[in-house]
């Protein structure tokens, strides 16, 4: 009788702890695609703006020294844009 209520009482305790653990695996797994969503979209947004800032340096530097620089004064753009 003894033994019957040991071996229930560690078959229980067994079972919660699978429980528990199953639960924390998929808490893992969850968090674990939280981030590697938030990885893609923070690196779709670097590609982005890396795309943004690229064409603006382009931009810049293509009427830069159309607007910029002034042969009688200095080259004004080196200036401001070193």
């Keep these: 009788m003894l033994w019957n209520l040991i071996n229930t009482f560690i078959g229980s305790l067994a079972l919660c702890i699978a429980i528990w653990g199953l639960l924390y695996v998929r808490r893992q797994f969850e968090l674990s695609k939280r981030q590697d969503e938030?990885?893609?979209?923070?690196?779709?947004?670097?590609?982005?703006?890396?795309?943004?800032?690229?064409?603006?340096?382009?931009?810049?530097?293509?009427?830069?020294?159309?607007?910029?620089?002034?042969?009688?004064?200095?080259?004004?753009?080196?200036?401001?844009?070193?």
């Design 38 to 82: 938030n990885a893609k979209k923070q690196a779709s947004d670097d590609e982005e703006w890396s795309a943004k800032f690229g064409s603006a340096a382009r931009t810049l530097a293509s009427i830069g020294n159309k607007l910029i620089s002034f042969p009688q004064y200095g080259y004004g753009y080196n200036l401001v844009f070193p």
